[in-house]
């Protein structure tokens, strides 16, 4: 009779193990597998930094555990102006414009491969850098790219995740 009692015991501690620990560690994986993706970078606007070919972890789940500022690298699900074709870009975040849409830009930006005024990379004419929470990217190859200048603004709804270094 003793060892049905001890046998019962361990068997009771083994399940409260499992729903303590077990249960919590396989949603907490399920949870991390759905956060993640994966991108290849296509094409050379974000030499130096990625190369052509390189394939790049994103997290999906940015908005809960890291916040988009200035210098990250996202993917952008639909190249915007192309709505028709299922491409994703990647781009580096130059700034953030605010609710209202009254945020200054910068008289410099600062780039992995150079600082320039912002007058020089965006015009005037073609380029108004105040739509209301506006994120406006930028290829790091900025001869070689096609970003904000192009396109203008893009929106949150717009980005898939952020690169995860």
Not at 84 to 110: C, H, M, S, Y
Not at 117 to 144: C, H, K, M, Q, W
């Amino acid at each position: 009779m003793p060892d049905d009692e001890l046998r019962k015991q361990r068997l009771e501690r083994l399940k409260l193990i499992e729903r303590l620990v077990l249960i919590p560690l396989l949603l907490l994986a399920v949870g991390a597998f759905f956060s993640f993706g994966r991108a290849i970078v296509v094409g050379q606007s974000m030499l130096p930094t990625l190369k052509p070919g390189q394939s790049l972890t994103i997290l999906k789940a940015w908005r809960l555990f890291a916040p988009l500022k200035e210098g990250d690298i996202i993917v952008v699900g639909v190249k915007p102006g192309q709505k028709n074709r299922d491409e994703e870009v990647v781009k580096r975040v130059i700034f953030l414009q605010n609710a209202t849409g009254t945020r200054r830009w910068p008289e410099i930006l600062k780039t992995p491969t150079g600082t320039y005024p912002t007058a020089a990379l965006f015009s005037r004419e073609r380029f108004s850098g105040n739509a209301r929470n506006g994120i406006y990217v930028l290829g790091d190859n900025i001869n070689n790219s096609t970003d904000s200048r192009d396109f203008g603004a893009i929106f949150e709804s717009e980005i898939i995740g952020k690169v995860w270094r």
